[in-house]
């Protein structure tokens, strides 16, 4: 999932991003200190990072060795 659908609901716009996982495999979120971006982080090995105000996917970062636990 590339963007998730823009929403005034900041709540429609997290469950977006915890759903552009694959199943089962959020572990972890994280705001930016300014709020603008969010990112989360996956058993799936990747960090997703977001516009926190759209939930556009601004980039996936990949190359983990292993699950990520914590953002």
Do not use: Q, Y
């Not at 429609?12 to 089962?24: C, E, F, S, T, Y």
């Not at 300014?34 to 759209?54: F, Q």
């Not at 292993?66 to 953002?71: D, I, M, P, Y």
Request: glycine share 8%.
């Amino acid at each position: 999932m590339s963007k998730i659908k823009s929403s005034t609901n900041a709540a429609n716009v997290h469950l977006g991003i915890v759903a552009a996982h694959k199943p089962d495999s959020f572990s972890s979120v994280a705001f930016s200190p300014d709020g603008r971006m969010i990112a989360s982080g996956s058993w799936d090995s990747t960090v997703k990072v977001w516009n926190a105000n759209t939930g556009k996917l601004l980039r996936t970062l990949e190359g983990h060795s292993g699950w990520v636990s914590s953002v």
